[in-house]
């Protein structure tokens, strides 16, 4: 069985995505579950402790915070509960965000590359 977060209209919510990697610690867990899916929160644990003094308690509660905004989705495997990275939430605020305000850029540096490219 999969848990998911909490979502609105099919879609978590912005805010709690950009809070969720606001966190240099949050954003380190999901390079973690980028690079291997199905990690326990012990596994996920020693991620962050080689990086950061951080107890149990407090990798649960990031973890917690990055379920809630949907970038991570649980199952559970016999005893444990293995996490997952889930991109979608990173892809809409991309397509929503980033790319809009990035095309006009881009498409004015085509046109310098062109006209340089002809003089």
Do not use: C
């Not at 999969?2 to 912005?14: E, F, H, L, N, R």
């Not at 973690?32 to 326990?40: I, M, T």
């Not at 016999?78 to 881009?106: A, C, F, K, M």
């Amino acid at each position: 069985m999969t848990k998911q977060s909490p979502i609105v209209d099919g879609v978590a919510s912005d805010d709690l995505v950009f809070k969720a990697l606001a966190d240099p610690t949050r954003r380190l867990l999901l390079d973690a579950l980028r690079e291997r899916a199905g990690q326990s929160l012990g596994e996920l644990e020693a991620v962050v402790v080689t990086h950061a003094a951080m107890t149990r308690f407090g990798v649960m509660k990031h973890v917690k915070v990055l379920i809630e905004a949907g970038l991570v989705t649980t199952r559970k495997s016999g005893r444990h509960t293995l996490h997952h990275l889930n991109p979608v939430p990173i892809r809409l605020i991309h397509d929503r965000w980033i790319s809009r305000y990035v095309e006009p850029q881009v498409a004015a540096l085509s046109d310098l590359k062109q006209h340089l490219e002809s003089s």
